[in-house]
């Protein structure tokens, strides 16, 4: 049995002595049942990407779950989630974690945190042939330009407090923001850099909304239970150590990040 393993076992025996209310920790669940359940939306370019031929997942969230699993030696099992309920599986228990998801007050309201381990800024982007309509974040704000964004997400959010004046279109998961745009049926949608300089590599005609700066600079973290004082301790541990070992940046090298 491997340290992380003992670590897990010796965290939940402590507080099975303990008596207190953590004695069903989905540490207990994984360990017992042998299968780490983790919620992902298989929509995220380059953290989490299905393959519905194959029904398959690849990814930096991906790569960072088998590792998890691995030193858990347990089986691990993708959830199919979408943005609107990611925190709603958490809270009903549909699985044990889920893969990157940045740090909001309103998730933070019902659901717990891992330790952050990457971070992501937010850019504007447009269409080659439309770029030159926008000189900054605050020609976007205007009635006549449509802002696409996806439900549920965070970004949703950050659309209707930054551009309250624009034609904001809202779709549902699995259509996207940037898909509007790239249809002609948007004038812009934002998203991570991260997810930017993936979208920009694959479609050529878009591009990034010349502005001062990014906004928003946040935090990337799994979404764990709230209450479950066990298993965010044993995965917080978890990302520490492998950040003391590299993992985390060996793996965003990979991925490009």
Known sequence: MNFLRTL??????????AGGAQAQSALNDILSGGVLKVGTTGDWNPMSMKDPATDSYRGYDIDIMTELAKDLEVELEFVPADWKTLVNGIVAGKYHMTGSASISPSRMKVAGYSEPYISVQILP?????????????DAINKPEVKVATTLGTSFEGMVRSWFPDADIKVVEAPARGYQEVLAGRADVFITSNIEGATLTEKFPNVTAVPVDAPRAPTPIAMLLPQGDQVWINYVNSWVKLKKEQGFFTDTAAKWGL
């Open 8 to 17: 897990g076992a010796g965290l939940l025996a402590m507080t099975l002595l």
């Open 125 to 137: 982007f447009t269409t080659s042939d439309k770029v030159g309509n926008y000189d900054g974040w």
